[in-house]
């Protein structure tokens, strides 16, 4: 079987102030560095508002619809900004997520990778924050459990950043587990390991500043185990590159290879609990370097599993 990708050209239209880690190139750099690969190419299409409705009431969604400006950019809070292709951007990465889980889920690939922007795990149910609007991943995990009747989904989260929407969207989500590692301390502040979930289905692996691939390597072995226990029917990864030593925005020493390592762990992971179906989703990385090489890594290893 293949692994597909999803992506589409409205992840260029949400257009950020210059200067703006969160910006166009990241897009073109990682799509770049993927042209080469043999990649079933899928169009991400636009999630309705019923499926965004999954995480986010109807408010929410309107509240950020009518927000987007005619031309120029507003500003949502210090570090989320809105264009006028903003909204149709955050319907695409939705979209692409909701895409991804329907082929894998109907055995069309073995895997997918969905590369678009605005990220999303910051999106908490009616605040929007850390350059995010919506939930892609989280959106995604109540799909597959709503609409295709699964009965346990894994939802992994490796960006330097807490994953403090994914946590918000999922806390009381019984058949879903949440799974992430960051730096610590770090914005936004959140992540600690008290943090358990409304059905101890939530697990944070914070990281110190300096910390590096073996101090990764030591926190997600267990948590492996974790998931394994959980016996997820499918693995949503949320795919952050910014623990790269090279990223600007945090100060985790994380390099390739360490990203090959955990994205390997969960393939093979996931070819033991889930027959392989993985959906993982872009998220953080602002070294577009880093995120060129960390992110084309990540998606070989996905090709290797899915063969």
């Not at 955050?90 to 991804?100: E, S, T």
């Not at 914005?187 to 910390?211: A, F, I, K, Q, Y």
């Not at 072995?221 to 949320?238: C, G, K, N, Y």
């Not at 290879?257 to 990385?285: K, M, Q």
Request: aromatic letters at 6%; one cysteine or more.
């Amino acid at each position: 079987m293949a692994t597909a990708l999803f992506t589409h050209a409205d992840a260029l239209d949400h257009v950020t102030p210059e200067g703006h880690p969160e910006r166009v190139a990241r897009i073109e750099h990682l799509l770049h560095a993927l042209a080469g690969l043999d990649l079933v190419r899928e169009t991400a299409p636009e999630a309705t508002e019923a499926h965004l409705r999954l995480c986010h009431p109807q408010r929410y969604i309107d509240r950020i619809r009518s927000a987007v400006p005619d031309s120029g950019q507003f500003q949502l809070d210090a570090d989320t900004w809105l264009s006028s292709g903003s909204f149709r951007a955050g319907l695409r990465g939705a979209g692409a997520a909701i895409a991804a889980v329907d082929m894998v889920l109907g055995g069309q690939v073995a895997n997918a990778f969905c590369a678009m922007r605005p990220p999303g795990h910051h999106a908490e149910t009616e605040t929007p924050m850390g350059f995010c609007l919506f939930g892609n991943v989280a959106i995604a995990a109540k799909l597959a459990l709503e609409a295709h009747g699964l009965a346990r989904v894994a939802v992994v989260d490796f960006d330097v950043h807490h994953g403090n929407g994914t946590q918000d969207l999922l806390w009381d989500e019984a058949r879903s587990l949440f799974i992430g590692s960051h730096q610590m301390p770090l914005w936004p502040g959140t992540g600690g390991v008290e943090d358990r979930g409304e059905h101890d289905n939530v697990l944070n692996l914070p990281l110190p500043p300096g910390s590096g691939g073996s101090e990764m390597r030591s926190v997600w072995t267990p948590a492996l185990s974790r998931i394994r226990d959980f016996q997820p029917e499918l693995l949503i990864i949320s795919a952050g590159f910014d623990a790269h030593q090279d990223d600007p925005l945090a100060q985790l020493e994380w390099n390739v290879d360490d990203f090959r390592w955990i994205t390997r762990e969960l393939c093979d992971l996931a070819a033991d609990v889930c027959d392989g179906r993985v959906v993982s989703c872009l998220e953080g990385g602002y070294d577009l370097g880093a995120l060129s090489t960390s992110g084309k890594a990540h998606v070989e290893i996905l090709m290797e599993a899915g063969q």
